[in-house]
C-alpha cells in the first residue's frame, strides 16, 4: 500500500481472501512469535467475531476487517484501555472521511446512531507480564443496505451510504493505522490521560438517559463520565453512582 505512512502498524501485512476470522489467524501467528505491528487482513470472514459471543457479519469486497498484533509495555489490567485507543482512532479517521462518527461506550463506533464499526480486542497475559494483544477492528466501508441482515438493516450503516459515495478501502485503511500508530504512542508514553479526555470529546454517550445491561443486572440511568479505567459511571434515578465496567448500554429516547 503506497499511502501508508506508519512507522511499524501494518509494516507487514498478512492478507487473505478468506479467513474464518482474522482475530483467529492473528493470535496464532502472535504465539508463534509474529512482531508488534503485523496486521492481518482479510476480503471476507466466514466466522466474524463480535464482542459477547455475537457474530460479525463480513462480505467480501466491500469492507475493512483486520488484526494488529500489539505488544505493548502495559501492566495486563490496563489492557483493556487500548479498545478506548482504537475507538478513538477510528472516530477520528471516520470524521478526517467526512462522517459525523461518534463513540457509543464502550467502543461502538456509530455515525447517526448507527453502527459502522467494531472492537474485539483479545489478550494473552499472566498476571504480571501481558504477552500480546490482538485488536481486531471491523469497519462497514462500502456495504450497502441489501448486504446488511434484516435484523440490523435499523441499527447498521456503512461510511459510503453516510457519505452518499464509494469509499477507497486502502486510502481509509491507511489513515486509520497512522491514527491508531499515534494514539497506541501516546498511550503509551503519557498514559491513558489524554486518551480518556479525547474519549470523551467523542462520545455520544455522556449526558444521555441510558439502559444498562450487565451480566448481572440491567438498570436505567444518566451516563456522567469515564473513570481513569474506562468504566461507565451512570447516575441511577436514586441518585447513586454505579460504575459500569463491562456492558452494554442502549441510548434511550427522550
Ligand atoms: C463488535 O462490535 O462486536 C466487535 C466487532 C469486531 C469485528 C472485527 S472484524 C476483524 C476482526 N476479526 C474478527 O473476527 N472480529 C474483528
Known amino acids: 500500500n503506497p499511502l501508508l505512512t506508519t512507522r511499524e502498524l501494518g509494516r507487514t501485512l498478512h ?15 502472535a504465539h508463534e512469535g509474529a512482531e508488534h505491528g503485523e496486521v492481518v487482513v482479510a476480503e471476507q470472514q466466514t466466522a466474524g467475531k463480535g464482542r ?17 498484533i500489539l505488544r505493548p509495555e502495559l501492566p495486563p489490567q490496563h489492557a483493556p484501555e487500548l479498545t478506548l485507543v482504537a475507538a478513538v482512532a477510528l472516530a477520528e479517521a471516520l470524521r478526517e472521511a467526512g462522517a459525523e462518527a461518534a463513540i457509543k461506550w464502550p467502543n461502538d463506533v456509530q455515525i447517526d446512531g448507527r453502527k459502522v464499526a467494531g472492537i474485539l480486542t483479545e489478550l494473552s497475559a499472566e498476571p504480571e507480564r501481558v504477552h500480546f494483544v490482538v485488536l481486531g477492528i471491523g469497519v462497514n466501508l462500502n456495504a450497502r443496505r441489501e448486504h446488511f441482515p434484516e435484523e440490523l438493516q435499523e441499527t447498521a450503516t ?19 493505522w497512522l491514527r491508531l500508530e499515534e494514539w497506541l504512542a501516546r498511550h503509551q508514553e503519557t498514559g491513558f490521560g489524554p486518551v480518556r479526555q479525547r474519549w470523551k470529546e467523542l462520545s455520544c454517550t455522556l449526558g444521555q438517559d441510558v439502559l444498562v445491561r450487565t451480566a448481572r443486572l440491567e438498570f436505567q440511568g444518566k451516563a456522567e463520565d469515564v473513570d481513569e479505567s474506562g468504566a461507565l459511571l451512570v447516575r441511577t434515578s436514586g441518585g447513586t453512582l454505579e460504575r459500569v465496567l463491562a456492558g452494554d448500554v442502549e441510548q434511550l429516547r427522550p
Open 15 to 29: 492478507c487473505h481472501a478468506t479467513l474464518a476470522s482474522t482475530n483467529e489467524l492473528a493470535f496464532r501467528l
Open 158 to 176: 456503512s461510511l459510503a451510504l453516510e457519505l452518499g459515495q464509494p469509499v477507497p478501502r486502502a486510502a481509509f485503511a491507511a489513515a486509520l
Open 52 to 68: 459477547r459471543g455475537r457474530a460479525w457479519v463480513s462480505p467480501p469486497g466491500l469492507n475493512l476487517y483486520f488484526s494488529a
